[in-house]
Structure formats: structure tokens, C-alpha cells
């Protein structure tokens, strides 16, 4: 074996494979992939090989879609036969949810160039003549589907990789994992010694245990999936070479397609099993759990009653084999959060489909830097670290059950909660506040009243809670309201180099001591990587805000661009230190001036300022600024005193009705005034630029930032697309995220976020258009649920145009 390379990767499963193709294929050909077995030793070799285009996330369909063109040509490519049957696939919908589920990823479909297709049940019988569809309202026809040899895929990929340079060593376990003080990392093995710059962990399921070799904790645990394949069916043979498409019954849960002369039969049935939860049995490798067939049985009646041909012969083979499971199902991808250059790229519950996009992106992670799509939904970093094994295995098992469930855009399930709660929990509880859990903090969405009318919870249209919302939009417009945002991430960024050190990091200018600025940091490319407010204390001190689900990513962003070259910067994490309330409303000031021992006029603390203000018994970080676009503070006050200050705003209340508001009304508010949302407005795909907000961006600082020969390279070539909003006229749906904009027949741009405007009465998108058409007044359509309705570029922000409200 060699004894250094630029690159190990450790698995050669499909994704590793893929990564160390795609390494060679962007010209790293010192490259290693170390296997502790065979090649396909985990959990490919068993798998059944299905390939969807099919997702209802808009970046695995992406890297979905990715898969399935590069495995139509790597045969071609590599020289290595595969068995890949392009069938074609039918998803069955039960329900009217269903169908407008299909609607919208359709819509998707369409905008990444993957055209899929409504069938109703005539055309159904058409493609599959063996099903019985009374029940069925209509299937989704995803042309590029089929299945796939997965030894083979996996084969051709090192084939490929190894044609351009690179090694792959069988029967070699990686053993520890070590940094070097030189920089890089020492791999021991079963056969020695490697030294590699960078290491991709690959591990499928054993992804944990290296993560583990270099102190790492992974969120995963293994889970058993099974299908069952039949004996020979006579009525298939009888068709000769031509194939079923492949079905999923997603209302059932279930996938059913044709295997040679046979059926395969695979449900993610209702109480999915974990294994070892302890430890990973050393030995086990190429091997199969017992079959466990009574688990899947009344699955196993639903799909015979839907294709009869199946109970007419008997099972031939169980297969029942280890499958990792993050909370959320997707795999944890991204930079470890210990040393640098090492990677994870493991817990894949759709391996096969996913290996040839993941393959990309984290050959594009290491060779470039960043992968050129915002992969956020994949990114390890999404998980803090509560999320420990019994968090994990609880939504492990509830994703499990849910694989095929309907994906709502708003849907809370209850696994794993609550995990963090803040103080003032059960108070909101006892006044109505439903919960919604976000980076594990439970928040409020919405107060319910008693009489509120009942209804669904979950629908692609608007749902029952729109009524809480109208009257919490109308309390924050017009008296005083107040919303608690637990796990708002914070940091303290303070000594003599912190100045200097932000500046490079932000695009803009950094505020003056005792003011507030929005600040976005950039990659290198210029994309947006993070938005934070950040607020300047003291000369060298500063707090920086920024949101809940990103306290992971901002820190290791922060983390790992530490330097001292700027002088001494030290940076803490102050998130669960405080807690914070959020005061808005035109009576805010009244109300606040009550409790705190301080001058709340303009005069004294005029919008985007940032005070210390004391508080019953403590003192409370408060910003003239907030999310909703009306006069208003955000307090930051110490977690132990938060149910006072609290209580003393309650109490404070006295002829002003105080109204709690919750995530849901916020999420309206801050449409309106056009306020962008990080990973749904904000990702590495746009710039500061792109995003309309060079307000923000000082491309003429006199100091180098990140991401600043980008921007001006942007700047002087003018941006391809601009964030706009539109105004649309929607019928009881408003456009959801990735909700596609039309201009005539053409597709002109992608919606980021999408809802009801409650002060304005009006629904409204966020979306990047065409620069050409980001002029207000232009006229342009927006598909929801299948339905182009009109809308009109708007003027930003919407909502009190001069912030006169901000500024009162
Ligand atoms: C029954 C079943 C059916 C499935 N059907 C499908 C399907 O139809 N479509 C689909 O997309 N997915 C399917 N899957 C999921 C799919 O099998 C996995 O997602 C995929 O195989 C994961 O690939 P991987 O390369 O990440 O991991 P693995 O295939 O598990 O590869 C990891 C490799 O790392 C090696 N390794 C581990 N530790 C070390 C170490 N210390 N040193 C060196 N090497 C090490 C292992 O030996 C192994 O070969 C199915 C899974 C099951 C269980």
C-alpha cells in the first residue's frame, strides 16, 4: 500500500466509490480508497437498486436527477457493463393531499429540466396492466426511473477512478485516525500506514465508528430494511424482456417492481427495528439480518390486493440487510467539526440513487472548497449536539415510518420532543402556544384559542391556524405583542483583532460601537454562506446573532477562519446563556418603558441601536431591531432570568393588551417587509448581490473580505438574477418555496419563500427572477399546486415602505 496520498477515502460502498470517480474526475488522481472487506461489503451489495428522480426536497431531487443521467452513461464511460433498466415509475396517490403533493414536486421536476407526468387511472392500466387502481386518484409518471445493478454501479465507479490514476485497496481497515501537527492526517490500518491531506469518511453505515477515531460524534444509527423478492410469475414471462414500471404505493408504504420473471416487494413498514445500538459486530460484513417477514405482512396483503399476480406465486428470497439512519433520513455530508480537511460523506438511507450526486458534491467540497449547489439539507452541521442516540434512534424510527409519507410544508412530528425548552415553556403552554421544534428548542407557532374552528393541521393549503395568525398579525400591527425565540444563536466575538478579523469575514461595514447591522459573510465564489446581525458593544466587542438551526454551521464558519493575523480575537457561544424576547408593536415602547430602567425615546435609542438595559434583577441586551418590521425590541436577557422579565412585561401589561405571537405569524410579518430567510432566500447559490442587497456590501472597503473579487467581478457584469417580491393573486394556496415563476411560457425564476401577508391582505413570493424582469410592475405567473395565477413584481419592502413604523 502507499504510504501517502493526497486523498483517502474510507469505504468503497457506492458513495465512496463515487467520491474517489469524481476526485479523479476533477484531475485528484493521488487518490486512495481504503476497503476493510469487498468492495459492496455494507449495505450496496443487498440493496435493491431502485433509482427515483423522485424527492420532495428541491436538492436531492437535484442530486437525484444527477444520479440517474451520469449512471445512463457510465457504462459507456467506463467500460464496465451494468444492469440499469430504465422502466419508468408510477406513485400512487389515495388522497387529495397526495395529489397536491404531486403537483408541487412536478413543478420542481419541471424547473431542473425532469419532466414527470400526471397519469389518471386509464393511462395507469395503460403502462401496468396488473394493477387494480379503484381507490387511486391519480399516479405521477417519472419517466427515469428504474433500478440498477448496485455491484455493478459500484465497480464501474472504481473502475473509472482507477483508469485515471487512482488506488483502491481491498481488506484494509482503517483502524485510527490521527491529526498531524504538520498539517493532514495519519490513517493506521490493517496493512499499515497512510498519510493523507484529506480524508473523506465514506462508511456507510459504520460512518459513526470512524467519526469516533477522530472524536467526532455522528448522529446515526442502523436500522433494518427488507424486501422480498418471488418466484418466477408466469404472466411476466410471458411478456418476455419487457418491464413493469416500478410502483410505489406511497398512502400503503411501499415499492413494488418486477425483478427478472419475479416481483419485489419492499415496505418501510410502521415499527421499524434499529440494531446494535451498543457496539457494530467487528465481523459483520457482506452478511444479512434473519428474515423477519411478519413484520411487513399487512403490507405484503396491501400490495397483493393492488397487484393480484404477486399472491399467485410463493417467496422466493428475504433480504434483510443494515441500513443507516440520520434523524431526518438524508445523509450527513460536510467538513468535521474537529481538525481540518476531513470530511464526512456516510448515513446514505438511498445509497444507490444518491451515491453519483453525493460523489460530486464532496469531491466538489474538497477540490473547490464548496460544492456548487447550497447542500444544507445534507449538511452533518444541521444537527447540535443534543441530538444524541436516543434523539437520533426516536426520529430514526419515526422517519422510517414516514419515508413515504405525505411531505406538508409545515408538518411538526413528534419524535424526539421536547429536547430543549426554555424556561418559560409551560407558561406558554398553559396560554395556548403550540409547538414547533427548531435545531431541537421547542418554540411557539401559534396560540390556539377554544374557539378557533377545528381542522387539519397539515395541508398544502392554508390550514386552520390561519385564524391565530390574522389575530396575532393585528396585535403585533396595532398594540403590543410578544414572541420568545429560544436557541437564537449568539456568539461574542471580542479582543484587539476582532475589529479587523470581522471585517474581513463580512461584506459590508461593520458598525460603530452601540449600533446594529445585518452583515452577510460570503465564500470565496461570493455566495452567501451566513446572515448575522451583528452588534458592536465596544471598540473590540460584539455580538453576533444569527439563527437557531445554524449555530453549528455559523460557529464552525467562525471557527475554522480564526486567525491571528489580525491580533488576538477570542470567540464564544453564547446561545444557551440567553434566552430572548422579542417586544413589538406600535405600544412596545409604553410597555417596555414600564420595566426598564431606561430612556426608550428616539432620541436615546433610535432603530438599530443596541443597549444595555436593566431589567427587574439583571440586565437584558436589547436591539432596536426586529423581524417583523413594526417598532419593537429584541431583549436578550440571562436564561435565569427570563421568567422574570417575563412576568414583569406581563404584569407591566396593565390597560395594554399584550398579545403572544408565535413563529408562524413572524414568518407572515417578515414576508411582508421583505426580510429574507436564511437557507430559504439566503444560500451559497445567491449572492449579496443577487439577493438585491448591496445596502450591505462595501465593495469598495478599503481592507479584503471573503468573496470580495467575486462580487466585483458580479458587480461589473450586473447579476443574472434579482430577489424580488412578488404580489400574487392566490386562491387558498399560497406559492410554497421552490414554487416556479413564469413569464408567458418561459421559466424565469425559482420562489425562496411564499405565504399570506396579514397586514396587507395579500399573498406574497419571494423570488429570484430573471434580472431583466426585476422591475416593479412587471407582470408574471407563479404555479402553485398545478395552477398559474398572476403576480406582479412589488416594491420592497412591501410593507411601510419608508419604515416609518421601525423608526417611530
Ligand atoms: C434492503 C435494502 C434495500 C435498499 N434498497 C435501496 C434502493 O433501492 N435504492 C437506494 O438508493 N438505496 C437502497 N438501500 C440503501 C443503500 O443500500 C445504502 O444507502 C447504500 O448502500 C449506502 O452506500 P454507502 O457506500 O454509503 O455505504 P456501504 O455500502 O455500507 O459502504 C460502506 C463501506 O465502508 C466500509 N468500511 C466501513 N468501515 C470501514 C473501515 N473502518 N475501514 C475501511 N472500510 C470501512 C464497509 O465495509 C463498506 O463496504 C437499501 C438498503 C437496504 C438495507
Redesign the pocket.
Known amino acids: 500500500m502507499k504510504s501517502q496520498a493526497r486523498v483517502v477515502v474510507?469505504?468503497?460502498?457506492?458513495?465512496?466509490?463515487?467520491a474517489l470517480y469524481h476526485l479523479t474526475q476533477l484531475g485528484w488522481t493521488d487518490a486512495v480508497l481504503?476497503?476493510?472487506?469487498?468492495?459492496?461489503?455494507?449495505?450496496?451489495?443487498?440493496?435493491?437498486?431502485?433509482?427515483?428522480n423522485f424527492s420532495t426536497s428541491w436538492s436531492i431531487l437535484k442530486l437525484q436527477r444527477y444520479s440517474t443521467a451520469l449512471y445512463a452513461r457510465l457504462a459507456h464511460e467506463t467500460g464496465y457493463d451494468i444492469n440499469y433498466h430504465l422502466t419508468g415509475s408510477i406513485r400512487l396517490a389515495h388522497t387529495a393531499d397526495r395529489v397536491d403533493e404531486f403537483r408541487h414536486v412536478l413543478a420542481q421536476a419541471r424547473a431542473q429540466q425532469t419532466e414527470f407526468e400526471l397519469l389518471a387511472p386509464a393511462q395507469i392500466k395503460e403502462r401496468h396492466p396488473f394493477l387494480e387502481l379503484d381507490d387511486i386518484r391519480l399516479g405521477l409518471w417519472d419517466p427515469g426511473d428504474g433500478?440498477i445493478d448496485?455491484a455493478q454501479l459500484?465497480q464501474a465507479l472504481a473502475k473509472g477512478a482507477r483508469d485515471r490514476g487512482a488506488s483502491v485497496y481491498r481488506h484494509?481497515?482503517?483502524?485510527g485516525i490521527r491529526e498531524l501537527a504538520s498539517g493532514g492526517w495519519r490513517i493506521e490500518?490493517?496493512a499499515g500506514a497512510i498519510d493523507a491531506e484529506y480524508v473523506i469518511n465514506?462508511?456507510?453505515?459504520?460512518?459513526g465508528?470512524?467519526a469516533a477515531?477522530i472524536g467526532e460524534y455522528l448522529p446515526m444509527v442502523t436500522l433494518?430494511?427488507?424486501?422480498l423478492l418471488t418466484e418466477d410469475i408466469q404472466a411476466l414471462r410471458e411478456r418476455g424482456a419487457a418491464r413493469l414500471p416500478l410502483v410505489r404505493d406511497p398512502d400503503v408504504s411501499y415499492?413494488l417492481r418486477q425483478e427478472r420473471h419475479g416481483l419485489l416487494l419492499?415496505p418501510y413498514e410502521s415499527r421499524g427495528r434499529a440494531h446494535w445500538l451498543d457496539d457494530l459486530p467487528h465481523e459483520f460484513?457482506h452478511q444479512l439480518f434473519a428474515d423477519d417477514l411478519g413484520r411487513i405482512e399487512s403490507y405484503i396483503e396491501a400490495a397483493c390486493a393492488r397487484m393480484p399476480i404477486l399472491g399467485s406465486v410463493g417467496v422466493k428470497r428475504v433480504?434483510?440487510?443494515?441500513?443507516?439512519y440520520a434523524p431526518d433520513g438524508n445523509?450527513l455530508m460536510g467538513p468535521a467539526a474537529v481538525g481540518r480537511n476531513f470530511f464526512h460523506?456516510?448515513?446514505?438511507?438511498?445509497?444507490?440513487?444518491?451515491?453519483g450526486g453525493?460523489g460530486r458534491i464532496i469531491a466538489e467540497w474538497l477540490v473547490n472548497g464548496e460544492p456548487d449547489w447550497d447542500v444544507w439539507p445534507l449538511d452533518h452541521r444541521r444537527y447540535l449536539p443534543f441530538a444524541n442516540r436516543s434523539y437520533t434512534l426516536a426520529k430514526a424510527l419515526e422517519t422510517y415510518e414516514h419515508e413515504y409519507g405525505v411531505a406538508y410544508p409545515q408538518e411538526e412530528r413528534p419524535a424526539g420532543r421536547p429536547a430543549k425548552t426554555s424556561p418559560l415553556y409551560d407558561r406558554l403552554r398553559a396560554i395556548g402556544a403550540v409547538f414547533g421544534a427548531r435545531g431541537g428548542w421547542e418554540r411557539a407557532l401559534y396560540y390556539a384559542k377554544s374557539e378557533d374552528p377545528a381542522g387539519p393541521e397539515c395541508s398544502f393549503r392554508r390550514p386552520q391556524w390561519h385564524r391565530a395568525i390574522t389575530r396575532e398579525c393585528a396585535a403585533v400591527a396595532g398594540g403590543v405583542a410578544l414572541l420568545e425565540l429560544p436557541g437564537f444563536t449568539k456568539f461574542e466575538v471580542t479582543g484587539a483583532g476582532a475589529p479587523a478579523w470581522l471585517d474581513y469575514l463580512v461584506a459590508g461595514a461593520l458598525p460603530r460601537p452601540g449600533r446594529s447591522t445585518l452583515s452577510y459573510f460570503c465564500s470565496p465564489r461570493g455566495g452567501i454562506v451566513s446572515e448575522m446581525t451583528v452588534s458592536r458593544l465596544g471598540e473590540d466587542r460584539f455580538w453576533l446573532i444569527s439563527a437557531a438551526a445554524g449555530e453549528r454551521h455559523d460557529e464552525h464558519w467562525l471557527r475554522s477562519h480564526l486567525s491571528q493575523r489580525f491580533g488576538p480575537v477570542s470567540l464564544a457561544n453564547l446561545t444557551c446563556r440567553y434566552g430572548s424576547l422579542i417586544v413589538v408593536g406600535p405600544h412596545s415602547r409604553t410597555l417596555l418603558a414600564r420595566i426598564a430602567d431606561a430612556d426608550l425615546t428616539n432620541e436615546a435609542f433610535p432603530w438599530l441601536t443596541v443597549r444595555t438595559v436593566p431589567i427587574g434583577y439583571t440586565e437584558a441586551l436589547a436591539l432596536r431591531v426586529n423581524y417583523v418590521g413594526e417598532l419593537g425590541w429584541e431583549l436578550h436577557v440571562p436564561s435565569e432570568h427570563l421568567l422574570s422579565v417575563h412576568q414583569l412585561l406581563v404584569d407591566a401589561r396593565e390597560e395594554l393588551e399584550l398579545v403572544h405571537f408565535g413563529l408562524y405569524a413572524m414568518e407572515s410579518l417578515r414576508l411582508e417587509k421583505c426580510y429574507r430567510s436564511w437557507k430559504a432566500d439566503l444560500t451559497t447559490e445567491y449572492t449579496p448581490l443577487m439577493a438585491s442587497l448591496e445596502r450591505f456590501v462595501r465593495l469598495d472597503k478599503q481592507t479584503d473580505f471573503i468573496g470580495r473579487d467575486a462580487l466585483r467581478r458580479e458587480a461589473a457584469a450586473g447579476p443574472k438574477e434579482r430577489f424580488v417580491p412578488l404580489l400574487v393573486e392566490a386562491r387558498d394556496a399560497d406559492a410554497a418555496a421552490v414554487s416556479i415563476v413564469y413569464r408567458g411560457s418561459e421559466r424565469v425564476g425559482l420562489v425562496t419563500s411564499g405565504g399570506y401577508g396579514y397586514r396587507l391582505n395579500r399573498s406574497i413570493a419571494l423570488a429570484y427572477v430573471r434580472a431583466d424582469l426585476a422591475r416593479p410592475g412587471t407582470e408574471l405567473e407563479v404555479e402553485i399546486l398545478g395552477e398559474r395565477r398572476p403576480a406582479r413584481v412589488g416594491r420592497e419592502p412591501l410593507y411601510d415602505p419608508e419604515n416609518l413604523r421601525l423608526r417611530a
Not at 34 to 52: F, I, K, Q, V, Y
Not at 172 to 175: H, L, R
Not at 319 to 324: K, L, Q, R, S
Open positions: 474510507i469505504g468503497g460502498g457506492a458513495v465512496g466509490c463515487s481504503l476497503e476493510r472487506d469487498e468492495l459492496t461489503a455494507g449495505s450496496t451489495w443487498h440493496a435493491a437498486g431502485n433509482c427515483p433500478d448496485p459500484t484494509t481497515g482503517v483502524t490500518t490493517t465514506a462508511a456507510g453505515y459504520r460512518g465508528e470512524v477515531m433494518s430494511h427488507q424486501y415499492y419492499g460484513a433480504i434483510n440487510g443494515p441500513i443507516p445523509p460523506c456516510c448515513a446514505f438511507t438511498f445509497g444507490i440513487v444518491q451515491a453525493a
